[in-house]
Structure formats: structure tokens, C-alpha cells
């Protein structure tokens, strides 16, 4: 393993950071992908449907930015959330076979996570906005405030998909 020889720069900061979510966001858009598919309840697999398609757009305006800011995105990092996603599915559920009502509790809870982080990086890049011309605030309030839709939707799924584990 190389150990850096200096201390990084904050742009090579912004740019581990930045790397990091855009990993998340691809994680998140395949989690919400298949979590859709497994739902039997036609209108939460709708609603998933959607916000796939809302963390995909989100994920691409977080590599416009990136491309703007002239930070790279980090292919192998992106390939190694797909396949952490992947293992992920390994996790026991209460059934071998047949998917748990435990599931879809998990994985909206796991989706809920994650935008609640994409949130926090919208308002750490809107408190850079003010001293960097080429991040929009103006953009950064529209996807805060989707994100924020999308928290808000999700503990309703999440919440109704607990019911099934009442007793």
C-alpha cells in the first residue's frame, strides 16, 4: 500500500469526496432498480420505479458538476459499489427462497440512508457555491429540495412495509 507522501490539496479532497457519493448514487440507483422489481405491491413498485429514475438523474447532475470541476470520476470505484451492491443481496432475510417482507423494510431503509447523505453533500456543495462561481446554487436548491421529497416518500414506503412485520 503507497501512503501519500504531502498532504492533499482541497481540491484532491473535494475530489475523494465527491467520488465517494458518486459510488453511493450508483450503489443507491441499482438498489432502488431491483428493489422495484421485487415489490408486489403495485404502487410502491411505481413509486420505486420513479425514484430510480430521480437518483439516476441526481447521480448524473453530480457528474456534470464533477466534469465542471474538473474531478474525475473514479471508474473502479464506481465498479466496486456495483459489486458491493451485488453481495449485498447475500444478506439473510428470515427466508432462503422467497423474498422477506423483511426485505423491502431493509432496502428503503438503505435507500432512505442514502439520499439523507446526498442531501448532506447538496448543502456542503451549496456552502461552497458561495465562494465558487461554477456551482449553481440555484441548482443545488432544486436537488436539495427533490432530495429531501425523496426522504420523505421513502419513510412512508418504509413505514408501510413494516406493517407486514407485525405480529
Given amino acids: 500500500m503507497n ?17 465517494d457519493h458518486l459510488t453511493g448514487a450508483s450503489v443507491g440507483v441499482e438498489l432502488a432498480r431491483r428493489s422495484a422489481k421485487g415489490q408486489l405491491d ?3 413498485r411505481t413509486e420505486l420505479s420513479r425514484l430510480a ?3 439516476e438523474e441526481d447521480r448524473v447532475s453530480l457528474l ?14 464506481i465498479a466496486a459499489g456495483w459489486a458491493a451492491e451485488k453481495v ?13 417482507p423483511l426485505s423491502d423494510v ?7 440512508v442514502g439520499v439523507e447523505g446526498k442531501l448532506c453533500l ?9 465562494t465558487d462561481p461554477r456551482i449553481s446554487a440555484a441548482d443545488l436548491d432544486e436537488l436539495e429540495q427533490r432530495a429531501a421529497v425523496q426522504i420523505e416518500a421513502l419513510e412512508g414506503m418504509r ?9
Fill in 88 to 100: 449485498g443481496r447475500l444478506k439473510p432475510n428470515g427466508t432462503w427462497v422467497h423474498r422477506s
Fill in 53 to 55: 429514475d430521480d437518483v
Fill in 42 to 44: 403495485r404502487q410502491r
Fill in 3 to 19: 501512503l501519500p507522501t504531502s498532504n492533499p490539496s482541497p481540491h484532491e479532497l473535494l475530489g475523494i469526496y465527491l467520488n
Fill in 106 to 112: 431493509v432496502e428503503l431503509e438503505s435507500l432512505r
Fill in 122 to 130: 447538496w448543502r456542503l456543495l451549496h456552502r461552497l457555491a458561495d
Fill in 64 to 77: 456534470r458538476l464533477m466534469k465542471t470541476l474538473s474531478i474525475p470520476a473514479q471508474k473502479h470505484r
Fill in 159 to 167: 413505514l408501510e412495509a413494516a406493517e407486514a412485520l407485525r405480529a
